[in-house]
Nanobody
């Protein structure tokens, strides 16, 4: 079992920044990747970014590339999502997820079904 707890969401004006955190605990030794997804009301869950443990690689959705940065702490138990130049379209409930799926194709980490555990989510609201 892996437990994930997100924090750092809030209300921010367009152009502003927020940093989300995801603290992982439990059987994290089998984790291959950590991902961030988001879901706006009435929309499908959407991939945002992934941190792939092998080689410390990162992978981003085109919509956030250049604005968002995913990283993790040295202990490997906390993953961050730095979000800059926020837009109203970024408004959503942001979820952290853990994957034990081993793939060299980074695009596989954009698929929600390849994640085993999910946090409860943290709300991000961007107003113009």
């Amino acid at each position: 079992q892996v437990q994930l707890v997100e924090s750092g969401g809030g209300l921010v004006q367009a152009g502003g920044a927020l940093r989300l955190s995801c603290a992982a605990s439990g059987r994290t030794f089998s984790t291959y990747a950590m991902g961030w997804f988001r879901q706006a009301p009435g929309k499908e869950r959407e991939f945002v970014a992934a941190f792939i443990r092998s080689g410390d690689n990162t992978y981003y959705a085109d919509s956030v590339k250049g604005r968002f940065t995913i990283s993790r702490d040295n202990a490997g138990n906390t993953v961050y999502l730095q979000m800059n130049s926020l837009e109203p379209e970024d408004t959503a409930l942001y979820y952290c997820a853990e994957s034990s799926y081993d793939s060299t194709l980074f695009v596989m980490y954009a698929i929600p079904k390849n994640y085993n555990y999910w946090g409860q989510g943290t709300q991000v609201t961007v107003y113009s």
